[in-house]
């Protein structure tokens, strides 16, 4: 299983974090501090998380950011929200609440239906040619959307919705292997599949370990972002990174 990916300058944890439940307290800014010494290797954020808490959380427990982890974090959710004007205010924002004076990975949230693509990434592109982003990434997309992506500015990761039984961006994530891009999939622990409790008893793992695993071994540029705010979880979770499917158990749950 190969454990680490390329992130720009970081070579890091094929494991995440997400952190759309995290709010502002004394434990949770513990919590992420444990989580990088754990080892995560991206922790996934955005400007709307828990009413604008989770990026100064992070910001409280990290900065300056650690090179042993990559900070992403998303702007323009809402429609009209990927306007010039507002994302530009939102990634200030962003900066602001992390403590940094550059994200390492910034994700253009949602594709605005106000707004052409080209011109919310030209925003992004604009912090990119002033050292204040570092990679940029694009989230819940077609393969189109991130062709004309690419055609504003260099794409490093796709963060889309996908699972072991929600798998309706198969195309995206065997496009992004080809083209060299990291595949994010949000929700990774959503869904079941009959195999999956058998294959957990017999690996001595836990139903969402063998999740994980799947993910990992559907394509090697996928780094999961699973949620907790619980280090247990957390190591739980790293720990899918020394578990290889064999092929008969990949395909029983593919």
């Given at each position: 299983?190969?454990r680490?990916?390329?992130l720009?300058?970081?070579?890091?944890?094929?494991?995440?974090?997400?952190?759309?439940?995290?709010t502002?307290?004394?434990?949770n800014?513990?919590?992420?501090r444990?989580v990088?010494?754990?080892?995560?290797?991206?922790i996934?954020t955005a400007?709307?998380?828990?009413?604008g808490?989770?990026?100064?959380?992070?910001?409280?427990?990290?900065?300056?950011?650690?090179?042993?982890?990559?900070?992403a974090?998303?702007?323009g959710y809402?429609?009209g929200e990927g306007?010039?004007?507002?994302?530009?205010a939102?990634i200030?924002?962003?900066?602001?609440?992390?403590?940094t004076?550059?994200i390492?990975?910034?994700y253009?949230h949602?594709?605005?239906?106000e707004?052409?693509?080209?011109?919310?990434?030209?925003?992004?592109?604009e912090?990119v040619?002033?050292?204040?982003?570092?990679?940029?990434?694009?989230?819940?997309?077609?393969?189109?959307?991130?062709?004309?992506a690419?055609?504003?500015v260099?794409?490093?990761?796709?963060?889309?919705?996908?699972?072991?039984?929600?798998r309706q961006?198969?195309?995206v994530?065997?496009?992004?292997?080809?083209?060299g891009?990291?595949?994010?999939?949000?929700?990774?622990?959503h869904g079941?599949?009959a195999a999956m409790?058998?294959?957990?008893?017999s690996?001595?793992?836990t139903?969402?370990q063998?999740?994980?695993?799947?993910?990992l071994?559907?394509?090697p540029?996928?780094?999961p972002?699973?949620?907790t705010?619980?280090l247990?979880h957390?190591?739980?979770?790293?720990?899918?990174?020394?578990?290889?499917?064999?092929?008969?158990e990949?395909?029983?749950l593919?």
């Amino acid at each position: 299983m190969q454990r680490t990916i390329t992130l720009g300058e970081h070579e890091v944890a094929r494991m995440g974090l997400g952190t759309n439940r995290l709010t502002n307290r004394p434990e949770n800014v513990a919590f992420i501090r444990s989580v990088v010494e754990a080892g995560i290797g991206v922790i996934d954020t955005a400007h709307l998380y828990t009413g604008g808490e989770s990026e100064p959380t992070i910001g409280d427990a990290l900065s300056p950011l650690p090179s042993s982890c990559v900070v992403a974090t998303k702007g323009g959710y809402r429609p009209g929200e990927g306007s010039p004007e507002i994302l530009r205010a939102q990634i200030e924002q962003s900066l602001a609440s992390l403590r940094t004076e550059r994200i390492p990975l910034y994700y253009l949230h949602r594709v605005d239906p106000e707004t052409p693509l080209e011109a919310s990434l030209g925003v992004i592109a604009e912090f990119v040619a002033a050292g204040r982003i570092g990679l940029v990434g694009v989230s819940e997309v077609s393969v189109e959307q991130i062709e004309r992506a690419r055609g504003v500015v260099p794409v490093a990761a796709v963060q889309n919705k996908y699972n072991v039984s929600e798998r309706q961006h198969d195309d995206v994530v065997d496009y992004c292997a080809r083209e060299g891009m990291v595949f994010v999939p949000y929700h990774p622990l959503h869904g079941d599949h009959a195999a999956m409790a058998s294959i957990a008893r017999s690996r001595d793992a836990t139903p969402k370990q063998i999740a994980l695993a799947w993910l990992l071994r559907r394509s090697p540029n996928v780094l999961p972002i699973p949620g907790t705010l619980s280090l247990d979880h957390a190591q739980e979770n790293l720990a899918a990174l020394d578990i290889e499917l064999t092929d008969e158990e990949f395909e029983a749950l593919s």
